[in-house]
T-cell receptor, first 113, second 113 residues
């Protein structure tokens, strides 16, 4: 079974731009969660989607948004990029949610200049 | 809000010795406690988990203990090997699959040869 894939793996943007990251979950998984990982803050929860609906949201500004498609693939978007948005963005999929093993992708490393 | 504190942030042990990482959580409704290992350039991977109806769980060299009264849980790695070097994250999740997963800030474990 193929693992979680994320595209692109690396991205360089400038302040003020927007970015869209993509996550393809393991086949059959309906829950996709997004995390921001930085050296000082660890893994910060962004949001979780389940069956195309946002089920949970972390404490991030409205510039961070996401969606999930009918095939469970998910995208997250960050608008008006700031230097502090530079981070590794990880997505994780599971069959039903937080009570089960989260399978993480390799992440997208975003650098904002 | 929910919070998971993890200590220490860095840990260096001699190969063959034991390593212990401790976490405390704030939400008394938490009942699922997974541990993830993240190697360089990869996403986190589940190594062991425990649910609130169990006080201890062991899988070969890895064990996790849970004290619900004190709201803390610990990861124990015995007979450490060089491949145990990685960043370890504890996490806590509530009573349903729709609950959030809150991660600790991580522990960088280094095994000295």
């Amino acid at each position: 079974k193929a693992g979680v894939t994320q595209t692109p793996r690396y991205l360089i943007k400038t302040r003020g731009q927007q970015v869209t990251l993509s996550c393809s979950p393991i086949s059959g998984h309906r829950s996709v969660s997004w995390y921001q990982q930085t050296p000082g803050q660890g893994l910060q929860f962004l949001f979780e989607y389940f069956s195309e609906t946002q089920r949970n949201k972390g404490n991030f500004p409205g510039r961070f948004s996401g969606r999930q498609f009918s095939n469970s693939r998910s995208e997250m978007n960050v608008s008006t990029l700031e230097l502090g948005d530079s981070a590794l963005y990880l997505c994780a999929s599971s069959s039903a949610g937080s009570q089960e093993t989260q399978y993480f992708g390799p992440g997208t490393r975003l650098l904002v200049l | 809000g929910e919070n998971v504190e993890q200590h220490p942030s860095t840990l260096s042990v001699q190969e063959g010795d034991s390593a212990v990482i401790k976490c405390t959580y704030s939400d008394s409704a938490s009942n699922y406690f997974p541990w993830y290992k993240q190697e360089l350039g990869k996403g986190p991977q589940l190594i062991i988990d425990i649910r609130s109806n169990v006080g201890e769980k062991k899988d070969q060299r890895i064990a996790v203990t849970l004290n619900k009264t004190a709201k803390h849980f610990s990861l124990h790695i015995t007979e450490t090997q060089p491949e145990d070097s990685a960043v370890y994250f504890c996490a806590a999740s509530g009573y349903s699959s729709a609950s959030k997963i809150i991660f600790g800030s991580g522990t960088r474990l280094s095994i000295r040869p």
